[in-house]
């Protein structure tokens, strides 16, 4: 077997120094120990001219509830040029959590301008009676809660009927044991690190355990689940998200609150997004 400190001065001398700056270099290095010790390698380190390149695409979804809305096509237009994958759209009906947002007119503009995948996330009851809608105000993925859905399997099925992707989401305190019956039927899990409702709120650190259980769930069922983590994501904590098994991540105000929301974008991207060499 390959010597993992061998591979790990190897990688720290060569790849690392190249392209990350100074401030980058401690946080890319931690996850890839972690990809390291996940990956089986053959009896002995590939020579240079024979390595595989490895891809690996992390998605990063603006939500534009943390966006100016009276210059809400300056930012959509802001995203569309930027690195991000999504755009994430948070809908909030004041009774499932203790906050209103916006419903199809701002859907209606948001699909107007936009030029990327409409990620939307129902925190609402009863959200059966809207999918068609939302499908047809142009929503490419639709996420519901689990903890609003009497009949999550019907949910997921009306989801896929009208067209979306079908995603669920679970707050905190809901266990990921509990998507057990469906998970092969999900193109995305939605991992609620903060209690919905409200932008800027402290991160809950059982996050990592529940990606950590929900990624070892789909081992061999359905491994192409996106992962998603909304609710205080930025750089202080997006590369061990992406250690625990998360490939998808929303951020809201660590993205419009930057001097620079483009160039924290390219941020979050460049620590997610590599090719790896082995």
């Given at each position: 077997?390959?010597n993992f400190?061998?591979?790990?001065?190897n990688?720290?001398?060569?790849?690392v120094?190249?392209?990350?700056s100074k401030?980058?270099?401690?946080?890319?290095?931690?996850?890839y120990?972690?990809?390291?010790?996940?990956?089986?390698?053959?009896?002995?380190?590939?020579?240079?001219?024979?390595?595989?390149i490895?891809?690996?695409?992390?998605?990063?979804?603006?939500?534009?509830?943390?966006a100016?809305?009276g210059?809400?096509?300056?930012?959509?237009e802001m995203?569309?040029?930027?690195?991000?994958?999504?755009?994430?759209?948070?809908v909030?009906?004041?009774?499932?959590?203790?906050?209103?947002?916006?419903?199809?007119?701002?859907m209606?503009?948001?699909?107007?301008?936009a030029?990327?995948?409409l990620?939307?996330?129902?925190?609402?009851?009863?959200?059966d009676?809207?999918?068609?809608?939302?499908?047809?105000?142009?929503?490419d993925?639709?996420?519901?809660?689990?903890?609003?859905?009497?009949?999550?399997h019907r949910?997921?099925?009306?989801?896929?009927?009208?067209?979306c992707?079908?995603?669920?989401?679970?707050?905190p305190?809901?266990?990921?044991?509990?998507?057990?019956?469906v998970?092969?039927d999900?193109?995305?899990v939605?991992i609620?690190?903060?209690?919905?409702?409200?932008?800027?709120?402290?991160?809950?650190?059982?996050?990592?355990?529940?990606?950590?259980?929900?990624?070892?769930?789909?081992?061999?069922?359905?491994?192409?689940?996106?992962?998603?983590?909304?609710?205080?994501?930025?750089?202080?904590?997006?590369?061990?998200?992406v250690?625990a098994?998360?490939?998808?991540?929303?951020?809201?105000?660590?993205?419009f609150?930057?001097?620079?929301?483009?160039?924290?974008i390219?941020?979050m991207?460049?620590?997610?997004?590599?090719?790896i060499?082995?």
């Amino acid at each position: 077997m390959v010597n993992f400190s061998i591979v790990m001065k190897n990688f720290r001398s060569s790849f690392v120094t190249c392209i990350f700056s100074k401030s980058y270099k401690e946080v890319v290095i931690a996850r890839y120990e972690a990809i390291f010790r996940q990956i089986s390698l053959k009896d002995s380190f590939v020579p240079r001219n024979h390595r595989n390149i490895i891809e690996m695409n992390y998605i990063i979804a603006p939500s534009i509830l943390s966006a100016d809305f009276g210059n809400l096509q300056r930012d959509i237009e802001m995203i569309n040029q930027s690195e991000a994958d999504w755009f994430h759209v948070d809908v909030m009906d004041g009774v499932f959590v203790p906050n209103i947002s916006f419903g199809f007119p701002i859907m209606a503009a948001v699909k107007k301008h936009a030029k990327k995948t409409l990620d939307v996330h129902l925190m609402i009851v009863e959200p059966d009676k809207y999918i068609e809608a939302f499908a047809k105000a142009g929503a490419d993925r639709i996420t519901v809660h689990y903890e609003a859905c009497t009949h999550l399997h019907r949910t997921i099925e009306n989801i896929k009927a009208n067209g979306c992707k079908a995603g669920v989401a679970l707050n905190p305190h809901t266990p990921v044991t509990l998507l057990q019956d469906v998970i092969e039927d999900l193109d995305l899990v939605l991992i609620m690190s903060v209690n919905p409702g409200f932008g800027g709120q402290q991160f809950i650190h059982n996050t990592y355990k529940k990606i950590r259980d929900l990624k070892a769930m789909i081992q061999g069922r359905n491994e192409d689940l996106a992962i998603e983590v909304d609710g205080g994501v930025g750089l202080q904590n997006i590369a061990t998200l992406v250690s625990a098994g998360a490939n998808a991540f929303v951020a809201g105000n660590a993205i419009f609150a930057a001097e620079n929301p483009t160039d924290m974008i390219s941020k979050m991207k460049s620590i997610t997004t590599s090719a790896i060499q082995i």
